[in-house]
């Protein structure tokens, strides 16, 4: 169930970044439950993994951005996690190659709805890996995640498709977790499974542990921009993946990430908590269901 909550702990006199027109989403595929990728064997319940979806696809509706949805693809178990397939910044929009193989097909759908509405349309080479849970806009530059999902010629293929934008890589690697963590399936599949924006251009909800602490100070090290990022720490580290639309933060309301949900609705402007736990077990969080266009 998705709840609204108003507070103001972080305000800015400056209008807020990441205004969108349009969302896209995909429904959770039929075999989702089946086959979806996740680095641990568990479990998935699909009927409660599709309620969340729903309520997912409703909490962004209620942000007021148009939502498009596209049809199922129920032969393509990852499909629901539309934001992999493609980069969008202002008219530009980038056509991923998915760095996991299964997962190629997806783009064609994604591509041909983002034509339709107009967008400009680029495609990454065949031998480019990029997923777009490895690119984060920040609002003056995009970092990159590299060496998951994400290879060189992806980094190559962002850098052509938005020539006037600083990309800036960072290599996941230097940020592996703990073993201990490790050990308890903590490792990133994307830089966006470690951090992402708040509703401010300078703020990054990041976990309140060595990794997150190594991401932010390293992107302050590698900005293009000299901007200076610093942490909205999380005591929970899924808790850090959250999306923004136009002023609203949808966040995290798993019963478990409790506390971090607290720190989010106290320092964020405007936010609305879903639970997306059954979701969150294909290694997914918030940012990967839609695909938010300018
Ligand atoms: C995968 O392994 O590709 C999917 N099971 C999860 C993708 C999540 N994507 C994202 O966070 N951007």
Redesign the pocket.
Known sequence: MATATSTSTVTSTAPPPFRYRHAIVRPLPAGFAAA???ATPVAIDQARAAAQHAAYVAALRATGVGVVELAAADDLP?SC?V??TAVAVGGTVLITR?G?PS?VAETAGVRAAVAALGYAVVDAPAHAAL???DVMWTGRELFVGLGG?TNDAGVAALAAAFPAIPVVPLRLADFAPAPAAAAHGASP??L??IVSMAPRQDVVLAPDDAVGRAVVAAMVRASRVRARYRALPLPHAPAA?AVVVNGITLIRGDADLAESTRVLQRALPVTLAIDVSEIAK????L??CSLLLA
């Open positions: 979806a990728l996740r990852d996690f934001e992999d998915p996991a997962r997923d777009g849970g999902r599949l994307h966006k499974s993946n294909a290694d997914a969080a940012t990967c």
